[in-house]
């Protein structure tokens, strides 16, 4: 007999935006499971579509492990935790270290990064819907970007109690 484990988080939960924000970045693909699934570690909630991917570390509110996202509200969220053996990308690597002091703040910096960040939407190296989602968090990011063929990474300061980051990958160049 198997035993289902489901978690359902609203709106007026504490942890709903973060979780809603991770889940952003889940992917849809049903055969590629590992890009479909929340992985909960004890100290941060990641997901990733192999294009981008979200963490929100902290406290996660919830069991360790894999769940998939049964449903996807605006005013509720419901997990499935999954009984699946999945080997996880190293978000870490994928992370990297930002360097913090060629980094640019969104808040102090506005024009150079919007300008930027135009440059590369419009040569098609980023898609604005993930932007979009990204900057949907009620967070200042800044934004370490070193160049058209490199991953742009957004990170949190350290002034939120939770640390969000997200890492956009470069589209492959059509040929």
């Avoid at 605006?74 to 060629?102: C, F, H, N, Q, V």
Wanted: aromatic letters at 10%; proline letters at 3%.
């Amino acid at each position: 007999m198997r035993v289902v484990t489901m978690v359902m988080v609203t709106k007026e939960d504490s942890n709903f935006q973060n979780l809603r924000w991770v889940g952003l970045a889940r992917g849809l693909d049903e055969f590629r499971p590992v890009l479909t699934h929340l992985n909960v570690t004890d100290n941060a909630m990641v997901c990733t579509d192999g294009h981008r991917l979200h963490i929100v570390r902290g406290e996660p509110g919830i069991e360790i492990g894999f769940y998939i996202f049964k449903k996807f509200g605006k005013t509720e969220i419901w997990l499935e935790k999954s009984d699946e053996k999945i080997m996880y990308p190293d978000y870490e690597r994928a992370l990297g270290k930002p360097d913090i002091k060629k980094a640019i703040s969104v808040s102090n910096n506005v024009e150079s990064a919007f300008a930027d960040i135009t440059r590369l939407m419009k040569k098609g190296s980023l898609d604005h819907h993930y932007l979009d989602d990204i900057l949907s968090a009620d967070v200042t990011f800044k934004i370490n970007f070193k160049g058209d063929e490199e991953p742009i990474h957004f990170f949190s300061g350290k002034d939120t109690i939770n640390k969000y980051e997200a890492v956009l990958m470069p589209r492959a160049k059509s040929r």
